[in-house]
């Protein structure tokens, strides 16, 4: 069971908007440690889609969005693309554990 | 371009030991700390262990802690993690990656190897 709480799956059409959850605690995103997302295809190295809770690396489309409250954070994909088909992780830092903890991903049907 | 590329992985019965690499190219690699990360076959991303810029701070999650250890020689622009006493549960593609945005902590993994795979069968 992972630290940080993700739904296993979520689905949306073309051009739909999807949100995926990431729910901690109070000794990770509940204490103010940074949200960030990655997206990962079978076969290739994951990339970084979110940092800081809310900002986008060079490259990334403004499609891709985060937010985060209290002890939860979301990422928000909006006109859905085939090409986005892919698990999704969050990752933060849990100060009980003393190290890094992502969240149990989430697959990404784009139907 | 930065990259970085991982090497090392390999077929290990019960028991062994193995030394994963990572070679950092395209950035300063002595003032940015990283971090292995591990997938298991049918699982999700799961953290392993990090080490600071100086590699001073070298924390490790749990379910390897006492078994691998992380090191890094700033003058070969590489990384490294030993893996002790593996176990079948330890079979996984291993990650090396870059911390950055932010510190070492809780800083995002902006840079990631393709990996290099390990399997322990005996």
């Known amino acids: 069971q992972s630290v940080l709480t993700q739904p296993p799956s979520v689905s949306g059409a073309p051009g739909q908007r999807v949100t995926i959850s990431c729910t901690g605690s109070?000794?990770?995103?509940?204490?103010?440690?940074?949200v960030h997302w990655y997206q990962h295809l079978p076969g290739t190295a994951p990339k970084l889609l979110i940092y800081?809770?809310?900002n986008r690396p060079s490259g990334v489309p403004d499609r891709f969005s985060g937010s985060k409250s209290a002890i939860s954070a979301s990422l928000a994909i909006t006109g859905l693309q085939a090409e986005d088909e892919a698990e999704y992780y969050c990752q933060s830092y849990d100060s009980s554990l003393s190290g890094s903890v992502f969240g149990g991903g989430t697959k990404l049907t784009v139907l | 371009e930065v990259q970085l590329v991982e090497s090392g992985g390999g077929l290990v019965q019960p028991g062994g030991s193995l030394r994963l690499s990572c070679a950092a190219s395209g950035f300063t690699f002595s003032s940015k700390a990283m971090s292995w990360v591990r997938q298991a076959p049918g699982k999700g991303l799961e953290w392993v262990s990090g080490i600071s810029a100086g590699g001073v701070s070298t924390p490790y999650a749990d379910s390897v802690k006492g078994r691998f250890t992380i090191s890094r020689d700033n003058s070969k622009n590489t990384l490294y993690l030993q893996l002790n006493s593996l176990r079948a549960g330890d079979t996984a593609i291993y990650y090396c990656a870059k911390v950055d945005y932010g510190d070492f902590l809780d800083g995002a993994f902006d840079v990631w190897g393709q990996g290099t795979r390990v399997t322990v069968s005996s």
């Open positions: 109070s000794s990770n995103i509940g204490a103010g440690y940074d």
């Open positions: 800081g809770n809310t």
